[in-house]
């Protein structure tokens, strides 16, 4: 029991090295001598489509200013003007 692991694997290994690999014809892709894949692809891949084309469109209404009122002061600092003793002295 103790060597039969190691026999088996040293009969698997001793059949692969006896074993003769299989021939490949000429247009077979694992064939060295096979001619390349040939072309231009059939499309650009990295070609705007329809999708990316609404979805920049989008992207770039949404980074525009829109008509708004001017900036109005924050609650905030419109309670801090109202208060006399509240107000911060410039810096």
């Known amino acids: 029991m103790k060597y039969s ?10 059949g692969c090295v ?7 014809s000429a ?5 060295p001598s096979a001619p390349e894949a040939g072309g231009q692809p059939l499309h650009r891949p990295l070609a705007a489509d329809d999708l990316t084309r609404k979805t920049r469109e989008l992207l770039t209404q949404a980074g525009k200013p829109e008509d708004q009122p001017p900036s109005a002061p924050i609650p905030e600092e419109q309670q801090m003007d109202q208060m006399s003793g509240m107000k911060m002295s410039p810096k």
């Open 18 to 24: 006896t074993a003769h690999p299989p021939s490949l």
């Open 27 to 31: 247009d077979n892709p694992a064939n």
């Open 5 to 14: 692991i190691p026999l088996v694997a040293l009969g698997l290994l001793g």
